[in-house]
């Protein structure tokens, strides 16, 4: 008896779901990352207060990056940069936006001490979840 196989058509057109949240199981850590960005008080993120240049990434889509990235060994500001490509928790939780590399470094060089606390204070809580 030969072996069957399913059937693999990579010619025909793939549609994705309309929205990116229906690939993404209730009980994904980025649900728990987001929930537990919301209540972080972000008022103390180094932001370029002068408005000059383009416009700025949200520090809760950074911070909400950064975290999910550490938690899924992502450490380098290129690995973090494809995630938002290739990832689709990583794009989700940009909104779409592909932050680059620099902007990557940049805030998290800038808000090292905030995102240390930051970064510190969700692991203790998701500690306290197990």
């Not at 728990?32 to 240049?53: K, Y």
């Amino acid at each position: 008896m030969t072996a069957r196989f399913v059937n693999l058509d990579r010619q025909t057109p793939m549609s994705l779901p309309c929205d990116l949240r229906d690939w993404l199981p209730a009980e994904h850590i980025v649900h728990f990352i987001l929930d537990a960005i919301e209540q972080l008080p972000l008022n103390h993120f180094h932001v370029n207060a002068r408005g000059t240049g383009s416009a700025q990434y949200p520090p809760a889509m950074m911070l909400t990056l950064l975290i999910y990235s550490y938690a899924t060994g992502r450490f380098g500001s290129r690995t973090i940069e494809a995630a938002t490509h290739g990832d689709v928790a990583g794009r989700y939780l940009c909104a779409n936006p592909h932050p680059d590399r620099d902007s990557i470094c940049t805030f998290r060089t800038a808000n090292e001490p905030a995102f240390v606390a930051a970064f510190t204070q969700i692991c203790l809580g998701a500690a306290c979840f197990k």
